[in-house]
């Protein structure tokens, strides 16, 4: 009932990806009331330094077990090199991932190997600043519409990995980033190793 109610309600449906129109026309929305419109990016504010701090790796997104920041530490443990992690992301509504995920962060600090940071939720310069600094933007997620974290990455030259859900291949190829298999830390290391 509902499917068939959003069908309708709308003279035109906005798809932030090629996928995103291929679902909604599989879900019964009519074509021509589709139009694909990407996600954009204000160049002047996301835009590169020049100023790569080697081996600091970022993940920005909300702590949700869809993100994959669990994927993302487990691949850690597979690194020859010591990296720096930022985190930034606010908490989401599952607080038991939350409580696990800083659990591992602390456990993987007490190491000594690996340096993570859980930054939280920072205001958009900040964010911007750690874009500029990082020199890997890292997205395991498991579903995904269009993140715009990937197009603001990529906005400020930094090269991301990350998994090929929903519109993010129409967007990551081998001259900007990976796509590595979702769930997948084994080959997530090998592409942070890379």
Known sequence: ????????????????????????IQLGFPAKKIIHLSNGVDTKLFNPTGEKEENLLLYIGRITPSKGLHVLLDSLKNLNKSIRLAVVGPADWNLDYCRNILEQIKIENMTGKHEIMYLGALDQTDIIKWYQRASIFILPSLKE?????????????????????????EVVR????ILVPINDHIKLSAAIQY
């Open 145 to 169: 519409g269009l993140p715009m974290t990937i197009l603001e990455s990529l906005s400020c030259e930094t090269p991301v990995i990350t998994t090929p859900v929903g519109g993010i291949p």
């Open 174 to 177: 081998s001259s900007n980033g």
């Open 1 to 24: 009932l509902h499917r068939h109610i959003l069908k309708n309600v709308a003279d035109l449906y906005i798809a932030l990806s090629k996928q995103m129109e291929k679902d909604l």
